[in-house]
């Protein structure tokens, strides 16, 4: 039997299975998670996955946990209060004297408007701060932050895990610019969408952002 590497499981899973079987309630566990109950729903699917059992059954009452679930959660409870009294010594954040690498997924145009700003400010505000930027499809930026494989994406990010907090920085427009030594400049989107197309991605064929207007109204690509 392979053995789960416990490194790569969200801790936060464990503290949503705590506040479940808590409240009993899985409205009540959302808000004392400061989640939606829909993102609530998620982590209780991944750790029904993680533990293969169902944890808990569903009654008029609220949520009853199985008989798995009390056991996994009386080896739970020292541990989580562990980790609280760890953090609780200094939980604060001070960026003058912080000294870490934040890794971040960002586009070529945020590269190139925002991350020169940011390094400016971090320098007089919180010179022990370092970023990397990695070049990840935008997705694939949900499972490498459940992975904690970066911290921060600013990107273009359809459909992010429920889980997942996020927060629109800017909108963009995009317009089209047409070399006339390739011809006339097409008139329609059907005509534009007939013209070759070339997609870069990380991994595989993935869908373009610039495109899938177009996709949606029935164009397809070359």
Known sequence: MKRPNILRQNLGLLVAFDALITEGNATKAAERLSL??????????????????????????????TRRARELHAKLVPHLKGLEALFVQDNSFDPISTERVFRLVVSDMVQVYFIPGLLRAAESAAPGISFVTVPIDSNLVTEHIER???????????????????????????????????????????????????????RGPRPVPLLTPCTSRGSRAR
């Open 36 to 65: 939606g109950q829909p993102a609530v729903s998620h982590l209780l699917g991944r750790l029904r996955e993680i533990f293969s059992d169902r944890l808990f059954d569903r009654t008029r009452d609220g949520l009853v946990p």
């Open 148 to 202: 904690d494989e970066v911290d921060l994406a600013i990107n273009h990010c359809p459909d992010p895990a429920p889980w997942i907090r996020t927060c629109p920085l800017f909108e963009v427009e995009y317009m089209c610019w047409y070399n006339p030594a390739c011809g006339e400049a097409p008139s329609t989107i059907d005509r534009f969408m007939a013209r070759p197309q070339v997609s870069v991605t990380y």
